[in-house]
C-alpha cells in the first residue's frame, strides 16, 4: 500500500474516507475509477487522486457513485473518523 506523498487539502470534506474505505476494502485505486466509470462517472486517475486528497471538489453524482460501489451511505462518506 502506498503511502500519501503530500497532505490532505479542504477542498472536500469525503476524501479521506473514500481513501480509508477503498483501501479497507482491498480496492486499488485503478479498479475503483474503472468501476466509477461503469457507473457513468467520466474520471480520470489524477482527478481521482485529487478527490482523494481532498484538493478538489466531488459532484453530487460522484458521492452517490462511490456510496454505490463501497456499499455504504452516502451519510457515511462525511463521518469523521480521524
Known amino acids: 500500500m502506498k503511502i500519501r506523498k503530500q497532505e490532505y487539502g479542504t ?3 469525503i476524501g479521506r474516507n473514500v481513501e480509508r474505505l ?3 476494502q482491498g480496492i486499488k485505486q485503478k479498479d475503483f475509477i474503472a468501476k466509477m466509470q461503469v457507473f457513468g462517472c467520466d474520471i480520470n486517475p ?3 487522486s485529487k478527490l482523494e486528497g481532498q484538493v478538489r471538489s466531488a459532484t453530487d453524482r460522484e458521492i ?3 456510496a ?3 456499499k455504504v451511505s452516502m451519510e457515511s462518506l462525511f463521518e469523521d473518523f480521524n
Open 68 to 70: 454505490k460501489i463501497l
Open 46 to 48: 489524477t482527478s481521482y
Open 64 to 66: 452517490y457513485v462511490i
Open 11 to 13: 477542498a472536500n470534506l
Open 22 to 24: 477503498r483501501k479497507k
